[in-house]
T-cell receptor, first 115, second 112 residues
Framework: NAGVTQTPKFQVLKTGQSMTLQCAQD?????MSWYRQDPGMGLRLIHY???????DQGEVPNGYNVSRSTTEDFPLRLLSAAPSQTSVYFC??????????????FGPGTRLTVL | EDKVVQSPLSLVVHEGDTVTLNCSYE??????LLWYKQEKKAPTFLFML????IEKKSGRLSSILDKKELFSILNITATQTGDSAIYLC????????????FGAGTILRVKS
């Protein structure tokens, strides 16, 4: 198993540009989520999904869109990048039934800088 | 509003010292509390706690939960330089899709 993979690892954008951060998992997890991590603020939930076709907003959803067309993939789209979106982004997944539902697996992260 | 507060925010100790990291929380509908260790990249899972008073141990690390007083502690004994990391506490709230609410983390630096 590759676990949770994210691409790219690093990205620099100019204000106003759009881009998609990719996330994939091969563990057949129903629940996937996106976090951003900023100094002194810990991890904050952006969007999450409890299964293919179902997404919902987290604590800081503004400026981001998600979709979940398959169980494996959960891309995060930045519609019009702003310097306030400079952060490290983590994708995570977990099961929602059976054993191990509380253990969340994280991807390696994407470091995004918006100039 | 859900809240997870960790203390101290940062800590510098010498190898061999014992440290205690604190996590207090307020969530709507508590399900579990998790501790993670984060070095250079993604957080790695340490413990999950659901019941009060039952200590979880893994080597030199241990953790316990107090659901009455709404806090947890993470103990690290005989610290080593490899324990230097950010330690994150997170609480799972059964409301709102079982979301995980993270604290800001404690930055631990162990000096040799």
């Amino acid at each position: 198993n590759a676990g949770v993979t994210q691409t790219p690892k690093f990205q620099v954008l100019k204000t106003g540009q759009s881009m998609t951060l990719q996330c994939a998992q091969d563990m057949n997890h129903e629940y996937m989520s996106w976090y951003r991590q900023d100094p002194g603020m810990g991890l904050r939930l952006i969007h999450y999904s409890v299964g293919a076709g179902i997404t919902d907003q987290g604590e800081v959803p503004n400026g981001y869109n998600v979709s979940r067309s398959t169980t494996e993939d959960f891309p995060l789209r930045l519609l019009s990048a702003a310097p306030s979106q400079t952060s490290v982004y983590f994708c995570a997944s977990r099961r929602t039934s059976g054993l191990g539902t509380d253990t969340q697996y994280f991807g390696p992260g994407t470091r995004l800088t918006v100039l | 509003e859900d809240k997870v507060v960790q203390s101290p925010l940062s800590l510098v100790v010498h190898e061999g010292d014992t440290v205690t990291l604190n996590c207090s929380y307020e969530v709507t509908n508590f399900r579990s509390l998790l501790w993670y260790k984060q070095e250079k990249k993604a957080p790695t899972f340490l413990f999950m706690l659901t019941s009060s008073g039952i200590e979880k141990k893994s080597g030199r690390l241990s953790s316990i939960l107090d659901k009455k007083e709404l806090f947890s502690i993470l103990n690290i004994t005989a610290t080593q330089t490899g324990d230097s990391a950010i330690y994150l506490c997170a609480v799972r709230d059964m409301e709102y899709g079982n979301k995980l609410v993270f604290g800001a983390g404690t930055i631990l630096r162990v000096k040799s």
